[in-house]
């Protein structure tokens, strides 16, 4: 329960790149191990999608960049 409290602290202030460590729940009860296998899901789906919307973001500045330097010269 030590590793899923540091865990969620980590999402809560955006850091989702350490997963509760598999050593910690391996014993641990079933129902708390399926729930960290659940949590670190997320977290991988969540960081994927930082990813995606941190990429998306660079390709929208860059064609901000390029029309605002088009509409100043045209």
């Known amino acids: 329960i ?3 409290s540091a865990a969620a602290q980590r999402v809560q202030n ?3 790149s350490q997963p509760i460590p598999e050593y910690s729940y391996l014993t641990s009860p079933n ?5 960290c296998i659940a949590f ?3 977290m991988g789906t969540i960081r994927e999608h930082v990813a ?5 973001n660079q390709a929208l500045s860059q064609a901000e960049s390029k029309y605002r330097l088009l509409s ?3």
């Open 2 to 4: 030590v590793h899923l």
């Open 52 to 56: 995606l919307l941190h990429s998306s």
């Open 40 to 42: 670190n899901s997320m």
């Open 31 to 35: 129902e708390l191990r399926r729930f």
């Open 14 to 16: 955006h850091d989702y």
């Open 72 to 74: 100043t010269r045209d």
